[in-house]
């Protein structure tokens, strides 16, 4: 990058989330990421830049580690003009959606971190020219809690995104409920897994969302975004998925096409192309806990029809679903059993407050702070270093489960040869992939105590008003089971 020439037009609005904001090159595949602050509070930028290499830093030590090397974008922490951020940032500010202006975009420290465009990205010899097509999604938790810990019957049957999805509806954050479930996702199966994709692409909220050439096609920016519109996406994804066309528009072409991108999307989640240093994964967390939500559309209409529960398919081990599962599940004793162990650390550093360096509560994520969280031992002695351990394999946890997968397809030639890039194919057509994963920063040890209160919220929530309104809500969902059978038939 170089710094002394930036132009604040070269750069244009790409995304952002609660943390932090994007901006994308319009020539060239990178992004700059900022980081977001309330207003009034704004932080020194040593402190800034400490965030932002330590965001760096986890990347490398840990989540490459963890992940893989190829699924794994670290970037670099660059230092900008500042008058360059100043005027981006009065460049972009009409584009932002009034429900993430409630943060401001960092503009006194000059520092970002530079990263690759995932939703351009041209891994190996993609040509330039060609279209490329991207689906980021955040999938979110896919286990319920095995932990003895966990007090509230419900955590074992129905999982926190579901039970989340009704306290969202209520306080207005989406209008309505999204009948996708993550452990349908992450499954294996592959009846479940399109189930799960096809009502992503229904209900998509902050899950979901399409780019074409790099440019945001399909996606929800809150509760009072336009119904989405499948025509129009089936309009943009035709030439990628039926190059020679063939396929009259309307609501068969819609289906046709809605019908290859989940499949094409399930096809590339089940594959390990993961390449990386062998051994990656050293967790091996064998699967616990029920392998369906009972609160997922899918699971009550096998229920409905009178069959069991679908088999686990299990997801092959190289690919980025199994591995982020596995570093989700670091979450041995869930927010309940967790957060007594806080508690500990907390008196500790109450009574040693110069300890919290020794402990590398923030940072360094070094090679020493990964080694600590391979030991998966529940047996608690009563040390503060057991607790400090359970609460760092949280915190990494917790990161897993918010993080994004981004998805690059590239048409090309059904006569090209793959060389090294893997291929997908569709019915029609074939695409070289790429995927990665994105929002890799590490959660903060503070927000623990939120993230206990918050679990106590949500299932309070769900017991109280849901499950006492149950017959009202089987049925408002099964008026939709017409769809339910439609994904059961063989594919
Ligand atoms: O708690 P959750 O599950 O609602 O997750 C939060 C996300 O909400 P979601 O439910 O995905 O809409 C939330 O996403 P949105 O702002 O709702 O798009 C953030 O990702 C938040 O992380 P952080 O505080 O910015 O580091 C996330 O908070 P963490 O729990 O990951 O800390
Ligand atoms: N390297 C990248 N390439 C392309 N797009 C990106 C990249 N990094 C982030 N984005 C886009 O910017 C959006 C916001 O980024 P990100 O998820 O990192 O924000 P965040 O504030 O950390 O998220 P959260 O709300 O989960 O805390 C992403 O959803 C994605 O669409």
Not at 100 to 116: N, V
Not at 166 to 171: D, G
Not at 298 to 327: A, D, I, M, W
Request: glycine share 6%.
């Amino acid at each position: 990058m170089e710094e002394g020439k930036m132009d604040e037009n070269e750069w244009g609005y790409h995304g952002e989330g609660n943390k932090s904001l994007v901006v994308a090159h319009a020539q060239r595949c990178v992004v700059l990421r900022f980081l977001k602050f309330p207003p009034n509070r704004k932080k020194t930028s040593e402190e800034i830049f400490q965030h932002l290499q330590n965001i760096v830093d986890f990347g490398k030590n840990v989540m490459k580690e963890f992940l893989g090397e190829n699924y794994v974008h670290c970037g670099e922490v660059v230092q900008l003009p500042l008058e360059f951020v100043k005027q981006l940032c009065l460049k972009i500010q009409s584009e932002r959606p009034e429900s993430r202006c409630d943060k401001d975009l960092d503009t006194l420290s000059g520092y970002a971190m530079c990263l690759p465009n995932l939703t351009r990205l041209q891994t190996y010899r993609f040509a330039e020219h060609r279209p490329i097509l991207c689906v980021e999604i955040k999938p979110k938790c896919g286990f319920i809690p095995f932990s003895s810990d966990v007090t509230h019957e419900m955590k074992h049957k129905v999982c926190r995104y579901c039970m989340h999805q009704h306290l969202k509806v209520a306080t207005g954050k989406w209008r309505q409920i999204s009948r996708y479930c993550p452990l349908d996702l992450y499954s294996g199966n592959k009846q479940r897994m399109h189930f799960a994709l096809k009502s992503l692409l229904q209900e998509a909220q902050n899950n979901l969302k399409i780019f074409k050439n790099g440019e945001l096609i399909y996606g929800c920016k809150d509760a009072r975004s336009p119904v989405a519109d499948w025509s129009e996406l089936a309009h943009h994804l035709k030439p990628f998925f039926f190059p020679s066309n063939g396929l009259a528009s309307g609501p068969h072409c819609t289906r046709a096409v809605i019908r290859e991108l989940v499949h094409v999307i399930t096809r590339v989640l089940l594959s390990g192309s993961d390449k990386g240093r062998a051994g990656t994964l050293r967790l091996g967390l064998g699967p616990q806990g029920p392998r369906v939500c009972e609160a997922s559309p899918f699971s009550r209409s096998l229920r409905c029809q009178g069959k069991n529960t679908p088999e686990r398919s299990g997801l092959p081990k190289g690919c980025l679903l199994y591995k982020t599962l596995q570093v989700q599940m670091l979450d041995l004793l869930d927010i309940e059993g967790l957060y007594p162990l806080y508690s500990r650390v907390e008196r500790y550093l109450e009574e040693f407050p110069e300890e919290r360096k020794t402990l590398q509560i923030d940072g360094p994520y070094d090679e020493a702070f990964y080694q600590k969280l391979l030991d998966l031992s529940t047996e608690d002695d009563g040390t503060v270093a057991f607790a400090l351990t359970k609460v760092q394999q949280y915190r990494v946890a917790m990161t897993a489960k918010d993080c994004s997968i981004m998805i690059a397809l590239s048409p090309c030639l059904q006569d090209a040869s793959s060389d090294q890039r893997p291929v997908v194919p569709s019915s029609r057509s074939r695409f070289a992939f790429s995927v990665s994963v994105l929002d890799l920063d590490l959660k903060p040890y503070e927000s623990i105590p939120h993230q206990y209160k918050l679990d106590g919220k949500i299932v309070n929530y769900y017991s109280k008003t849901v499950c006492a309104k149950d017959n009202a809500v089987m049925s408002t969902r099964f008026k939709e089971s017409e769809d339910c059978t439609l994904v059961l038939h063989k594919v």
